[in-house]
């Protein structure tokens, strides 16, 4: 059986056979969920975890859930749970989230009446796994068949089990670490396998894609570098196993200051000597092509609540309509990080798939985006990958080009064409791709989907200008995204938006962040088994302003922390909400942050350590100048120069402040303690009024 939790992924039970001797007759099964985060459902129906009257229990319950056997000594327990706690204040706390924990399972319990989950049998508490089904265990338990058997079909109903990494929000605790880096270790395990199997069975191009999604999880895999780049000399595509190449030398470097190991420049040498031989793929059964069955990772899940967008989506349906009759159009939607763009785009795609159009979706092409042609490479190797051996050879006798920029076109079982020395030259390609855009529009219409466009490079730019001069006479939409805080002026995509733009070549779509009746439907879909009290909708909004993504993620960590509450029928916000960041708004305003030079994030952090929504600029300059080192005005005006035009800070009529509360804080938590107290004690020497200070 399985149901829905919190309205996001299903948490799988198994049959009762396959977790011990069958239950007795009127005891529902219980499912703990820990991958993605915490829940639990009783007989298929969710309990809020929110709503449990201990978050002590809920801790006592991940550790026995976490914990391989299920089972623990109550001084085990005791000692990884209440340390630092004297021994009687330690067993009285344990009893309490016992007796929490139980109620929250069973609320019916009767006084003294054994639990059908929780078992305390000379000292020695257990999960009852004849009535508790959890699904860390299920994945393990698939993941390990699927690597025994190396069938296709078990691999990606292992990867389909696993929800995410176990229990995100106890990231930083010690007695869940061992079993979140094994599980994370098997899910990397079954990308691998998934991938040799399908390229043993001659599905080169299909191959690929777990690979990339492995490095996702972990880019600096520099096995899987490698891999990918056998995979792409071996189909004849060397300029691919050259970048791959590039691609793990500069992530080595970023993230751990290595060099690449001698292997890997060994095949790099390879590959350039043209040393790999080529393999020709030998598609099973009768020639059909193998086809990986598996949800793409690039479009959003359309199952997440969607809200606010009716109006940009109607104007979006109605270019689709017009490509349909043959007047297309090149569409340009900007907005900030986390404000929908990607999720928007892929509802307009599936609302084109219903209507029979053809969608090439190279959105957010991961770890690709530094390669020539990068999206336009990956949309096509995706159309290529499921198509039938057949259509593939005809694709490689028309468009011979495409062989040396699409590897599943090395799937032919054919000898692919010989290099031509122009291969490498972008001019080469650029005419074999429109041909094969507009060949394929004239049997029906196609959708096209550029991610990311402020990462491109300009060859990729070029040509997208090249299609926004066509477009007109095409039945073609392109659709591309891009950040508006990445948009630097004078950049190449900024001369792009604003030659089009001039020209009436595109359409310009700004997504704006959700209106407040937009964000509070937003919360309610996120909480729907309850009413949401109206403080709680107006602290979401107040720390979210109406961002999509930090609006989910907010909801999220403040179920985890058990700052919201279910009672009575309605969700409310506990007495002292903090300000918590989920850690994905960490690493994504880690991200933005990092590569910005050292005095913007100094500047940074201080306005971070204000409480108060602005920060003066007098307030500012002498709080930089109390720093050791201090850093000058000259370096203040600039650093303040970088981040209002990363839009990381705003100008206000009082001072600068920050866009996002959020970014405020995450900026906050990541700062050691003793930097804090560094940051406070200037702003303390430095602010003319003490409530500058964040306590």
């Known amino acids: 059986m399985s149901a829905t939790l919190n309205g996001s992924r299903p948490l799988v039970l198994v049959p009762d056979s396959d977790w011990g001797e069958h239950r007795p007759a009127g005891v529902p099964s219980l499912g703990v969920g820990l991958l993605g985060g915490f829940r639990v459902e009783r007989g298929g129906v969710e309990r809020p975890v929110s709503a449990w009257q201990r978050r002590s229990a809920k801790t006592l319950t991940k550790l026995l859930a976490t914990y391989p056997r299920h089972a ?27 007796y929490a924990a139980r109620r929250a399972f069973e609320p019916e319990l009767l006084p003294r009446q054994a639990s059908a989950y929780l078992r305390l049998t000379d000292s020695m508490l257990a ?28 691999y990606e109903a292992a990867l389909a089990a696993y929800g995410g990494e176990l229990l995100p929000e106890e990231r930083y605790e010690d007695w869940c670490a061992e079993r979140r880096d094994f599980l994370s270790g098997l899910h990397i395990r079954l990308l691998l396998g998934l991938s040799q199997a399908l390229e043993s069975r001659g599905a080169f191009g299909a191959s690929v894609d777990p690979l990339r999604e492995a490095l996702q999880h972990d880019p600096t895999r520099e096995d899987v570098h490698r891999r990918l780049m056998v995979l792409y000399a071996e189909m004849g595509s060397r300029d691919q196993a050259v970048r791959q190449f590039q691609l793990c030398h500069d992530v080595l470097r970023r993230e751990l200051d290595l060099a690449p190991d001698k292997a890997t420049v060994a095949l790099y040498e390879d590959v350039l000597a043209n040393r790999i031989p080529r393999r020709i793929p030998v598609p099973e059964r009768d020639g059909e092509a193998i086809v990986s069955r598996r949800p793409r990772a690039t479009e959003r899940n359309l199952g997440t609540p969607f809200c606010g967008r009716d ?53 957010s092409a991961v770890h690709a985006t530094d390669l020539a042609y990068a999206p336009f490479a990956v949309a096509l190797e995706r159309y290529a990958v499921g198509r039938t051996d057949a259509e593939r050879k005809d694709l490689v006798r028309r468009y011979p080009a495409l062989v040396h920029l699409v590897p599943s076109l ?11 020395h122009r291969a490498d030259d972008p001019l080469y390609l650029m005419p074999a791709i429109v041909r094969l855009l507009s060949d394929l529009a004239r049997t029906r219409p196609v959708v096209l989907v ?65 209106a407040r009746p937009d964000c509070d439907q937003l919360v309610r879909a996120m909480l729907a088994s309850g009413h949401v009290a109206d403080a709680a909708l107006d602290h979401i909004y107040a720390r979210s302003l109406g961002n999509p993504l930090f609006v989910e993620e907010l909801v999220r960590e403040m179920l985890g922390r058990s700052e ?47 409480s108060d929504p602005s920060v003066p600029l007098s307030a500012l300059r002498a709080g930089v100048a109390a720093l050791e080192p201090p850093v000058s005005d000259s370096s203040l005006f600039d650093a303040l120069d970088c981040a209002l035009e990363a839009r990381l800070l705003e100008e206000r009529e009082d001072g600068y402040a920050f866009r996002h509360p959020l970014v405020r804080s995450a900026l906050y938590e990541e700062l050691s303690q003793h930097r804090r107290a560094q940051l406070h004690a200037a702003l303390g020497r430095s602010a003319a009024e003490p409530s500058f200070v964040s306590a």
């Not at 159009?329 to 209507?355: F, N, P, S, Y």
């Not at 913007?600 to 201080?606: D, E, Q, T």
């Open 311 to 363: 109006q940009v989506l109607q104007q979006l349906g109605e270019q689709l309509m017009r490509a349909h009759a043959g007047h297309g159009r090149l569409i340009l939607v900007g907005g900030e990080a986390g404000v929908g763009k990607t999720r928007m785009v892929a509802e307009l795609a599936d609302d084109a798939r219903r209507r029979g159009t053809s969608v090439l979706w190279g959105g």
């Open 410 to 420: 090395g799937m032919t079982g054919q000898p692919p064409p010989e290099p031509d």
């Open 564 to 610: 919201l509450v279910f009672a009575d029928g309605s969700w409310r916000t506990s007495t002292s909400p903090s300000e918590c960041v989920s850690p994905r708004v960490r690493a994504l305003v880690d991200m933005r942050v990092a590569p910005m030079p050292e005095n913007v994030r100094r500047v940074l952090a201080l306005a971070a350590a204000v």
């Open 127 to 154: 999960l009852n796994t004849d009535h508790v089904a959890i699904d860390a265990d299920r994945f393990q338990q698939l993941a390990e068949s699927a690597l025994r058997s190396e069938d296709l079909g078990a």
């Open 450 to 514: 550029l991610g990311d466009l402020h990462d491109l490079q300009r060859s990729s730019l070029d040509l997208l200008r090249y299609l926004a001069h066509l477009v007109g006479e095409r039945r073609w939409l392109i659709v591309g995204t891009f950040r508006e805080e990445c948009l630097e002026a004078g950049s190449d995509l900024w001369h792009l938006i604003e030659t089009i733009t001039r020209e009436d070549l595109c359409l310009r779509v700004a997504l704006e962040r959700l």
């Open 72 to 98: 623990l000594h109550r001084e085990q327990i005791l000692e990884m749970l209440w340390a630092d706690v004297d021994p009687e204040s330690a067993l009285n706390s344990f009893g309490k989230a016992l």
